[in-house]
């Protein structure tokens, strides 16, 4: 199990990405809002605005993605669940946790998910 040191480390972490990618996600919003006002002179605006649009909305959707899974983590150590497989229920390895803090499952159970979803 996680210590209490521990714990307020990965929460600080997540809240600080929380917070970073908030701010991404209103400033793009704002970005893209710009973007549509503009005035498109030929089909290469056009182009240029289709391309950038569809990142942005790629990049926006990973974003919304990571959010949710990091308040899905945040809420996991307000309930003493934070670090624990949602698959076999033992401790993730806290080496992964410092890799990627919002991990659901340990690397073992993580493969098992990913070989079900292709």
């Known amino acids: 199990m996680l210590n209490t040191i521990e714990l307020k480390f990965f929460k ?8 970073k990618i908030e701010k991404n996600l209103s400033a793009t919003s704002v970005e893209m809002n710009e973007m549509r006002r503009n005035e498109l002179k030929d089909e290469g605006d ?5 391309l ?9 959707g ?15 150590i307000q309930n003493n669940l934070y670090g624990i497989c949602e698959m076999c229920e ?9 890799v990627k803090n919002f991990a ?11 070989k079900e979803h292709k």
């Open 104 to 114: 659901r499952y340990c690397i073992t159970c993580r493969e098992v998910v990913e």
């Open 90 to 98: 033992e401790e993730i390895n806290i080496e992964r946790l410092k």
């Open 46 to 50: 056009h182009a240029a605005m289709s």
């Open 62 to 76: 990973q974003q919304v993605k990571e959010l949710a899974e990091i308040e899905l983590a945040l809420d996991k």
């Open 12 to 19: 600080t972490a997540l809240e600080e990405r929380k917070i």
């Open 52 to 60: 950038e649009t569809a990142v942005d909305n790629a990049i926006l």
